[in-house]
């Protein structure tokens, strides 16, 4: 997403970033600071109320406040400057084996589902699917693997109101539907037009250990859904694992979710070597500490809650600038970045540093509020004398 102005101060160009439901990505949102020539950006632009800092109400046409240039004709002023981060993709992948419908968990997690889908579908890239199969016949059944797009509520609710239980004993095969989503977005990244890789995760619910639709050892299934994301991962697709309804091995949800985030799996007491024909993950002699997700599902705040501040850690704290320009890394400390009106430090663990002329990164405490579902704006604000023409 990205906000360009396309006037700008004398002294001071500025980006901003808006994040989250009831912001436009294409609405410019700048206001005249009480500095001469100064902008910054300014206001939630889904927000009626926000004014900028001389206390005008938003132009009505932009949604935001109205740009203010000094007026003094040079370069500086001629400039578009804007900073972008690529849309994460969200794939939401979910069980629909017939426990899900025999324990009543269906309809309370589609409603959840759908909540965050709703909330933030202008800033994330959706996609959707669910998973069973029957033993002897199709293994996986997968629905709606088609559409991957932002401002994608109305596909995803109308494909999510259209599915029933299984009319057969609907297993579990987890591993198969995580190869078969990730051959999809390894598809969706390679002909994507924008050079910048969007940060992209699978988000996988389940109710029941996996299979491959035989229940088999379930040692080896967990083995095959570990190797499933690590493999993904491998491709740059990370995976997040919630269980609903509290019948998944705590150990292989915190299996999976190392796995999902890249860090080391443990085999346990050497089970997978000792009881499965072929191993198919790989495992470290110490474990990570991935987070996983066991929300109740009857709770609707603590589901939507859970689902949003894990769509939202998605985000990208990566900043590319856009157009023929760079800033000059030998004044680069002059900049200005804030997040929802709080100053970052330039150079800090905690702050914003340079990774080239042109990239710009939140690091530590920084980059994990921008995670926050809360984070609303990115403020990137660099003096004129810092901006290099090309």
């Not at 949003?308 to 998605?314: D, E, K, M, P």
Request: aromatic share 6%; glycine share 8%; charged share 25%.
């Amino acid at each position: 997403m990205r906000a360009a102005f396309t006037e700008q101060s004398t002294w001071r160009i500025a980006a901003a970033l808006l994040w989250l439901a009831g912001c436009s990505a294409d609405d410019p949102v700048a206001s005249e600071s009480e500095d001469a020539g100064r902008v910054t950006a300014a206001g939630d632009a889904g927000s009626a109320s926000s004014r900028d800092e001389t206390g005008r109400a938003p132009d009505a046409t932009s949604n935001g406040p109205v740009v203010v240039s000094s007026g003094k004709d040079d370069e500086c002023n001629k400039l578009e400057l804007a900073f972008g981060t690529p849309r994460p993709t969200v794939f939401i992948l979910v069980d629909r084996s017939s426990s899900m419908f025999e324990q009543k968990l269906w309809e309370p997690l589609k409603a959840g589902v759908l909540e965050v889908v709703e909330r933030l579908e202008a800033d994330v890239s959706f996609g959707f699917s669910t998973y069973t199969g029957q033993q002897g016949g199709m293994c996986p059944e997968l629905t709606t693997l088609d559409r991957i797009a932002t401002n994608n509520y109305a596909a995803i609710k109308a494909a999510y109101d259209g599915l029933r239980p299984p009319t057969y004993k609907g297993e579990t095969p987890t591993s198969r539907a995580i190869e078969e989503v990730t051959k999809v977005l390894a598809d969706k990244a390679a002909s994507a037009s924008d050079t910048a890789a969007s940060p992209t995760v699978i988000l996988l619910v389940t109710d029941g250990e996996p299979d491959f639709c035989d229940d088999p050892n379930v040692t080896c299934s967990r083995d095959a859904v570990v190797a499933a994301v690590q493999a993904a991962q491998k491709q740059g697709i990370g995976t997040f694992i919630f269980s609903v309804g509290g019948q998944v091995d705590k150990a292989h949800l915190g299996d999976v979710a190392n796995a999902g985030l890249g860090q080391p799996v443990v085999d346990r007491q050497n089970a997978v070597m000792q009881q499965c024909p072929e191993r198919k993950g790989s495992y470290a002699a110490s474990a990570g500490s991935a987070p996983f997700f066991e929300p109740n599902v009857n709770d609707p705040s603590a589901l939507v809650n859970a689902l949003a501040n894990v769509v939202s850690s998605v985000r990208s704290c990566v900043f590319e600038l856009q157009g023929k320009l760079e800033i000059d890394l030998s004044v680069a400390g002059d900049g200005v970045v804030e997040l929802d009106g709080k100053r970052v430090p330039y150079n800090t663990a905690d702050g914003f540093r340079m990774n080239s002329t042109t990239e710009l990164e939140l690091l530590g405490a920084a980059c994990e509020q921008l995670k926050k579902p809360e984070a609303k704006r990115v403020s990137i604000d660099f003096p004129c004398e810092a901006i290099l023409y090309l």
